[in-house]
């Protein structure tokens, strides 16, 4: 997760307070949510997936979702389903006209997800914008 993510390991104290704020987000109902993927036999966290709007990147009206499963997990059909979850999470919190999946063009297994979802893709960014990096857009319409 972290080679596509960010590059590098986040210290310790730079998680925490990335959770800390996750939480203070999900309480307020800022739009801004991420949550864990879990096993349910034993609570394992297995990733992550996130539900965004309001970013800069996007138009109104619509949702950015993220997602990522430490190695161990991949493989497995837990992105889909966390993202699967996350889309009616998202349905049910703001009703966005079109959901957004943005995948690194060189993470194939990543970008299989939104396709596997009924994404389609929309084009290509270059980061040169946003900093964001070379990302390929997927979209689906929203609540529908």
């Known amino acids: 997760m972290v080679r596509w993510l960010s590059g590098g390991r986040r ?3 730079r998680q925490r307070a990335f959770l800390a704020s996750a939480a203070r987000a999900w309480a307020d109902r ?3 949510v991420d949550l864990g993927i879990a096993r349910v036999d034993d609570g394992t ?6 539900i965004q709007s309001g970013t800069t990147y996007l138009t109104p ?6 997602y ?4 161990p997990w991949r493989g497995k059909g837990l992105a889909t389903r966390g993202v699967r979850l996350a889309i009616v999470l ?3 919190l703001w009703r966005p ?8 063009p060189a993470n194939t297994a990543s970008a299989a997800v939104p396709r596997r979802l009924g994404f389609g893709y929309s084009h290509h960014t270059t980061g040169e914008d946003d ?5 390929d857009w997927y979209v689906r319409a929203g609540p529908g």
């Open 11 to 13: 210290p310790v104290e």
């Open 30 to 32: 800022e739009r801004l």
């Open 45 to 50: 966290l297995v990733g992550l997936v996130g």
């Open 61 to 66: 009206g619509q949702v950015n979702l993220t």
């Open 68 to 71: 990522g499963l430490y190695p």
């Open 90 to 92: 998202a349905r049910t």
């Open 97 to 104: 006209n079109q959901l957004v999946i943005r995948v690194d």
């Open 131 to 135: 900093g964001q990096g070379e990302l």
